[in-house]
């Protein structure tokens, strides 16, 4: 059984940074995407960045060169560290698992999804 839990959300000023950690366990795929989305308020969920098994990376246009992500796979986590944060990084923010070849960000081809964490960023 898949099991995907986020934290280090929360709340902070406009700049900032937060790292954000999703433990997952029961994930048996050998070829995977691992991968950070998020949910502003009002809007539909979108993609934020994924690593691939393979260790190839992608991320969406908005968050490039503010965003990382990483993974330790002995602890079996994966971390979105986020930098210069701006309000419209506000959102609930999920990790999420898929069986892939290639590193994408089409949340509907996500089989497995955390519970979120809510990140807030005030001007």
């Known amino acids: 059984q898949v099991q995907l839990v986020e934290s280090g959300g929360g709340s902070v000023q406009a700049g900032g940074s937060l790292r954000l950690s999703c433990a997952a366990s029961?994930?048996?795929?050998?070829?995977?995407?691992l991968g950070w989305f998020r949910q502003p308020p009002g809007k539909e969920r979108e993609g934020v960045a994924v690593?691939?098994?393979?260790?190839?990376?992608s991320y969406a246009d908005s968050v490039k060169g503010r965003f990382t992500i990483s993974q330790d796979n002995a602890k079996n986590t994966l971390y979105l560290q986020m930098n210069s944060l701006k309000p419209e990084d506000t959102a609930m923010y999920y990790c999420?698992?898929?069986?892939?070849?290639?590193?994408?960000?089409?949340?509907?081809?996500?089989?497995?999804w955390g519970q979120g964490t809510q990140v807030t960023v005030s001007s």
């Open positions: 999420a698992v898929d069986l892939c070849l290639f590193a994408h960000l089409v949340a509907g081809a996500f089989d497995y």
């Open positions: 690593i691939a098994s393979d260790g190839r990376v």
């Open positions: 029961g994930v048996t795929y050998t070829k995977y995407c």
